[in-house]
């Protein structure tokens, strides 16, 4: 079974720095998708941003991108240029075969001024 | 506008009751899914359906039912077998089988009296 962990509760940024949110998954696949969602207060899971497994460049989104350590199973999120609106809690989630999305248990990222 | 609906944003539930749950899509996605989610937890598989007239359990599937009867629509039913059904429900769709991305509705939020 596929597993997606992330480490980090809770992670603080100031407004205009960078931050890195953490994520490892375990996988005996070798075609498969993995994803940052966002959830604000509001809770609607909103996507962030997707990388394919074959793909060996890091995916980018504005100011969000991926690094994708495939040897490694990491996969973190940097978001560059915080806003307060990035407050949210983060989602890391992996999709294979089987078509179902597995989600690690969440980041709550604040945003200071 | 294309898109994820679901009724009601707020649903109390007394104790015996079976309630309901909508989900509706325009995106003429194939697949459709049930996710809960707890406090400070991630999301849950409930039920997912690839195509109409056929859906497949998800990792906790007691105490709720599906059905498929057309391709916009997958409807959740909480049954009064759910012991402990307070929770925020989302449903997302993807294009279809296999590693593609799920997007998500704006969720219902079930209360029990």
């Known amino acids: 079974a596929q597993t997606v962990t992330q480490s980090q509760p809770e992670m603080s940024v100031q407004e205009a720095e960078t931050v890195t949110l953490s994520c490892t998954y375990d996988t005996s696949e070798s075609d498969y998708y993995l994803f940052w969602y966002k959830q604000p207060p509001s809770r609607q899971m909103i996507l962030v941003i997707r990388q394919e497994a074959y793909k060996q460049q890091n995916a980018t989104e504005n100011r969000f991108s991926v690094n994708f350590q495939k040897a490694a199973k990491s996969f973190s999120l940097k978001i560059s240029d915080s806003q307060l609106g990035d407050a949210a809690m983060y989602f890391c989630?992996?999709?294979?075969?089987?078509?179902?999305?597995?989600f690690g248990t969440g980041t709550r990222l604040q945003v200071t001024l | 506008d294309g898109g994820i609906t679901q009724s009601p944003k707020y649903l109390f539930r007394k104790e015996g009751q079976n309630v309901t749950l909508s989900c509706e899509q325009n995106?003429?996605?194939?697949?459709m899914y049930w996710y809960r989610q707890d406090p400070g937890q991630g999301l849950r598989l409930i039920y997912y359906?690839?195509?109409?007239?056929?859906?497949q359990k998800g990792d906790i599937a007691e105490g709720y039912s599906v059905s498929r009867e057309k391709k916009e629509s997958f409807p959740l039913t909480v049954t009064s077998a759910q012991k402990n059904p307070t929770a925020f429900y989302l449903c997302?769709?993807?294009?279809?089988?296999?590693?593609?991305?799920?997007?998500f509705g704006p969720g219902t939020r079930l209360l029990v009296l």
């Open positions: 995106l003429n996605h194939d697949a």
């Open positions: 989630a992996y999709t294979g075969t089987a078509s179902k999305l597995t």
């Open positions: 359906s690839q195509i109409v007239n056929d859906f």
């Open positions: 997302a769709s993807s294009i279809g089988q296999g590693v593609t991305a799920q997007y």
